[in-house]
Each structure stands twice: as structure tokens, then as C-alpha cells.
């Protein structure tokens, strides 16, 4: 397999036209950024722990049932995955409070929350991406109904797993984003990359952050958290 022409570069990623009309080409980036493009960084190696990481969690998911679009591993940053237009709805998980739930409903950041909140985002880089119902996404026509349904409960299912994935490594699964995607054939499959930029990892002992918040709010030892929960997961690391 070959890699074509750019197709779209995005804040984390670039994907790539392959000789297959099916199939891109992803390469993840070091550039971070955060609150809608506000805030601009870098992170070494965040590219290549992303990649693995999503890799890994893709791999697992999928040996239970989740239909997703990873093809294949290519090499440290790059992977090859199954071409699909992605659904402009960000689907957000969350076990605890933290981050805009916790700010935007006044509860204390971890929370246990007595059972998981399924949230919907509006991808609108011009609206900042705001918080919509499935009423929302009817009117403006986001995903068909019985798209919005799958999705709903392949989040939950997705959730009981990574939650169980997470707990061997002495980490809690906080909250997470994902976002599906329809391939060529019209089949629903889970797009995009699971990693410390989309989720919330808390050390399970002293609660510390593994994960982009610190990226978000200065805390500092970004790259090791990233690195961190590659070797939990059972990598190897060497950055
Ligand atoms: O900021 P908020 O608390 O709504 O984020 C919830 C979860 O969704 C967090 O794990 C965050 O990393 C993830 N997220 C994301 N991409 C966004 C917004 C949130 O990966 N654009």
C-alpha cells in the first residue's frame, strides 16, 4: 500500500488517499491543541503514544464485537484505516464529573456518577461545537434515527469495556469522546482515535490526571503521562 495524495489535516492528524478508494492512510502529529484551536502546543512523542495507544484500544474493542474502521498498524505514528465520513456529532461518555459537566452543572470534579451520561456535541468549529439532544441532531439532520440509536448504545457497551480495560491498569476511565463514522458500504463503524487527547485518565490511587488535561491546565510531565499509559497498557516505551 502506498500513501497519496493529503486528503485533510486536521489538529492531531493528517490522512492520506491510498491506491485503495476504500482505505486512508493516517498519520498522527506531536501538535496539541486545546478550547477550540485557542490554546496551540506541542507534545514529543504524543503522536507516536496516540497512535499505538488508539491502535490498542481499537484492536480490543473490536475482539468484542465493535465494529470500527482500523485496518492496520503501519508503523509507530501511522495506520491504515477504513475510509468513512465521519458524522458531525461528538459522542461524549462520562462516568465521573469533570471538565464542562462539572463547570456547567456545579458539581465537584469526581463525582461518581450513579450511571453513565451520554452526551451529544454539534462538530462546529464556528459554534464551538455545543452541546445538542437528539432533538438537535433531528432537526438539523446530524444522523438518521435508527444511526442515533446504534450509536447511543454501542457508546454504552464501548464504556463497560474501556471502563473494564482501564480498571486492570489501575486507571479510571473518567469520561471520553468518540465519534462514528458511515464507510463506503453505508455501515456505522467507530472512527477516529481513542487516546489521552480524547479521554480522562485518573491514577486510580492518587487520582492524578494521565491524560490531556494536563496539557489543558499547565500541570506539567504531559509527555509522561502519555508514555504512562502506554506501559500500563502493556507497551513498550521508547521515546
Ligand atoms: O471538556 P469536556 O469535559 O466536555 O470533555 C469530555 C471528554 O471528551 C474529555 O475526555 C475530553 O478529552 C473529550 N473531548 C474530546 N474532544 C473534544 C471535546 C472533548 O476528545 N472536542
Known amino acids: 500500500m502506498k500513501r497519496g495524495d493529503l486528503l485533510y489535516e486536521g489538529k492531531a492528524k493528517k490522512i492520506y488517499r491510498t491506491e485503495d478508494p476504500d482505505v486512508v492512510w493516517v498519520e498522527y502529529k506531536d501538535d496539541a491543541t486545546a478550547f477550540n484551536g485557542e490554546k496551540k502546543g506541542s507534545i514529543t512523542g504524543k503522536g507516536e503514544w496516540n497512535n499505538r495507544i488508539s491502535i490498542h484500544f481499537f484492536e480490543y474493542l473490536g475482539r468484542h464485537g465493535v465494529a470500527h474502521h482500523l485496518v492496520k498498524s503501519l508503523s509507530a505514528t501511522e495506520q491504515l484505516a477504513r475510509k468513512v465520513t465521519i458524522l458531525p456529532v461528538e459522542v461524549v461518555v462520562r462516568n465521573r464529573a469533570a471538565g464542562s459537566l462539572a463547570k456547567r452543572l456545579g458539581l ?116 509522561d503521562a502519555y508514555r504512562e499509559i502506554w506501559t500500563r497498557l502493556g507497551g513498550t516505551a521508547h521515546v
Open 108 to 223: 465537584e470534579e469526581g463525582l461518581v456518577l450513579t450511571q453513565p451520561v451520554v452526551e451529544f456535541y454539534y462538530k462546529n468549529d464556528d459554534l464551538g461545537d455545543p452541546l445538542i439532544n437528539e432533538d438537535h441532531i433531528r432537526l438539523l439532520q446530524l444522523a438518521e434515527d435508527q444511526q442515533l440509536a446504534q450509536i447511543r448504545e454501542e457508546a454504552l457497551r464501548i464504556n463497560e469495556l474501556l471502563i473494564k480495560r482501564m480498571d486492570a491498569c489501575g486507571i479510571i476511565l473518567v469520561d471520553f469522546k468518540l465519534e462514528f463514522g458511515v464507510d463506503t458500504a453505508g455501515k456505522l463503524l467507530l472512527a477516529d482515535e481513542i487516546s489521552p487527547d480524547t479521554c480522562r485518565f485518573w491514577d486510580r490511587e492518587t487520582k492524578k490526571p494521565l491524560d490531556k488535561d494536563r496539557f489543558r491546565r499547565d500541570l506539567g510531565e504531559v509527555e
